[in-house]
């Protein structure tokens, strides 16, 4: 089966919510949510971003969206009873991130765009982005439980469904899934250009995801490679029907993203990492400091060319008018 990308799926639909030429229109709030009710606790190294259960987060957004936040990527943070070897709660329909989305999307229907996170590394005892056999991971049966995972979010309603794993032929599998259960209006949206950096440490408390033993140097890219793997995992990506390619982390690789973008014809996010936020927020702890910090950073993703920016700064930037 031939599988097409559909240009227009973000030319004429709701979506170009996120494609907006501003700063603002570009930015994508990064939310976790964790099962319970009225959780909201801080999350240590990031000021402002909490674990929040669904009854919390959906307020949230609901705030959020009142100050003209209306893009959001939602994180699915599990307890130690939830994981397995398999991560195959992930998958399942009564799970937090995936009764969250349901719920925001009867609130608030095309009125905000919501994203959400595909991987294993949330669900698995061992905290890696693919499953594990004899201590290696396994590419293609981490690829089939990814499938898994992603048609659950579909199901719920995401509007993008965010690959961050780094297996490959991911991209072609979970397209040709949504493709074969008709779920023509869920995109993809694939991390294309990911490196193993060490700016991810404040997100890996927060989401509860850290490798119990080992890195991820198998399936993400080395920092010092050069462009020519950017570009090759970014064509892959296309090739296979990604709608949005996702550089990651933002501010050491600026010239990846200012050279994929120019290269390749797909809307490019780029993600403003928790270690970025971190030594933002220890080092401006007074807000015109941090105004100035913020907004030059913000910029700097726009002109090298992010069309769409994944940032913890977004509240505070939106919500303060300093974009
Ligand atoms: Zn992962």
Not at 53 to 73: A, F, Y
């Amino acid at each position: 089966m031939e599988i097409r990308p559909r240009i227009n799926r973000w030319t004429h639909s709701r979506r170009n919510l996120v494609f907006g030429q501003s700063i603002a229109e570009s930015l994508v709030q990064p939310h976790f949510v964790v099962s319970g009710k009225g959780v909201n606790e801080q999350i240590h190294g990031m000021p402002g971003i909490n674990r929040q259960s669904s009854d919390v987060l959906i307020k949230q957004i609901s705030d959020d969206l009142s100050i003209g936040i209306t893009s959001h990527m939602i994180f699915g943070v599990l307890e130690d009873q939830h994981k397995d070897e398999n991560g195959t709660s992930a998958a399942d329909d009564q799970m937090p991130l995936q009764q969250t989305v349901r719920k925001l999307k009867e609130k608030f229907g095309d009125q905000i765009v919501v994203m959400t996170d595909s991987c294993l590394c949330t669900s698995t005892a061992h905290g890696h982005c693919g499953l594990i056999q004899d201590g290696v991971i396994v590419n293609d049966a981490s690829v089939d439980m990814l499938v898994k995972i992603s048609l659950s979010h579909a199901n719920s309603g995401a509007d993008y469904v965010c690959l961050s794993d780094m297996m490959d032929g991911r991209v072609r599998s979970v397209r040709r899934a949504f493709e074969e259960k008709g779920m023509r209006s869920t995109g993809v949206l694939s991390y294309s250009v990911k490196y193993a950096s060490s700016f991810y440490g404040p997100f890996r408390d927060a989401a509860s995801s850290a490798p119990t033993f080992g890195d991820r140097s198998s399936h993400q890219m080395d920092p010092r490679s050069d462009y020519k793997e950017a570009i090759l995992e970014a064509e892959m990506d296309v090739r296979e029907g990604s709608d949005i390619l996702m550089i990651k982390p933002g501010l050491p690789y600026l010239d990846v993203l200012r050279e994929v973008s120019s290269k390749v014809n797909r809307p490019v996010a780029v993600y403003n990492v928790s270690g970025e936020y971190s030594m933002v927020m220890e080092h401006a702890t007074d807000v015109e400091n941090r105004h100035k910090m913020v907004v030059e950073i913000l910029g700097s993703f726009k002109r090298a060319g992010a069309d769409i920016i994944v940032s913890y700064h977004t509240r505070e930037a939106v919500g303060r008018g300093w974009v």
